[in-house]
């Protein structure tokens, strides 16, 4: 599953991340998932609580989503991305492959597909807390 592959790497970068901090002991991490790649965070909850290693043990990971903000390359037109619009089958080759966005999704003011992703794609680490 998607959600368990971007487990493995948030789990990765973290423990890199405490190694270079010198932290002895990670308390919290919040994660931030950008609303287009439609992560399920049920799933990437679970997956994390499942492959967490001793450094992580009493450790409270937050997943907070990034709403997704499109701006038009012809018109500059800024608009927020609402997974509701999309039909099932949509939804989900966007979440396996974002880059698809530009072939489902079109600018409501002029109707094109040449738009830039201003926020919300990805995946990253926002915050890191530990004990030294």
Known sequence: MHEWALAEAIIATAKQIAQKEKLKEVTEVTIKVGE??????????????????????????????AKTTLKCRVCGNTWQFKKEKLDRDTAEAIHFVPEAAHTFIKCPNCGSPDFEIVVGRGVWLETLKGVK
């Not at 287009?36 to 937050?62: D, G, M, P, Y």
């Open 36 to 65: 287009l790649q439609q992560v399920e965070h049920s799933i990437l909850r679970f997956a994390i609580s499942e492959l967490k290693s001793e450094i992580f043990k009493n450790a409270k990971f937050r997943i907070l989503k």
